[in-house]
Nanobody, 124 residues
Framework: QVQLGESGGGMVQAGGSLSLSCVAS????????MGWFRQAPGQEREFVGA????????NYAASVRGRFLISRDNAKNTMYLQMTTLKPEDTAVYYC?????????????????WGQGTQVTVSS
């Protein structure tokens, strides 16, 4: 079983940038396809993006495509989410998740393991 921990959240002004990290322990990160999700108050958890085990393929939600970039360093057991041109509507708790599937699935039911989340707040 893998344990996941996110870091890097904080507050930033609209138009700014922020980078999140997700560190895996217990099992190698390379075992899993990894995803980022977010949940704003009163809303359902939504898909942000995902990356295959090798990092060769990524999949992004339309709302973040072109602004967010997912990468991973399996040697460091770490996945990253670089967020640019942030908007107030990007405000949410961001979660990383691990999936046993090889396809970067865009729904949370495809992921078995979750981190505790990190808050990102974008002010206007």
């Amino acid at each position: 079983q893998v344990q996941l921990g996110e870091s890097g959240g904080g507050m930033v002004q609209a138009g700014g940038s922020l980078s999140l990290s997700c560190v895996a322990s217990g099992r190698p990160l390379s075992t899993y396809t990894m995803g980022w999700f977010r949940q704003a108050p009163g809303q359902e958890r939504e898909f942000v993006g995902a990356i295959t085990q090798s990092g060769a393929t990524t999949n992004y939600a339309a709302s973040v495509r072109g602004r967010f970039l997912i990468s991973r360093d399996n040697a460091k057991n770490t996945m990253y989410l670089q967020m640019t041109t942030l908007k107030p509507e990007d405000t949410a708790v961001y979660y990383c998740a691990a999936s046993p599937f090889t396809t970067p699935l865009p729904y949370h039911g495809g992921y078995d393991y979750w981190g505790q989340g990190t808050q990102v707040t974008v002010s206007s």
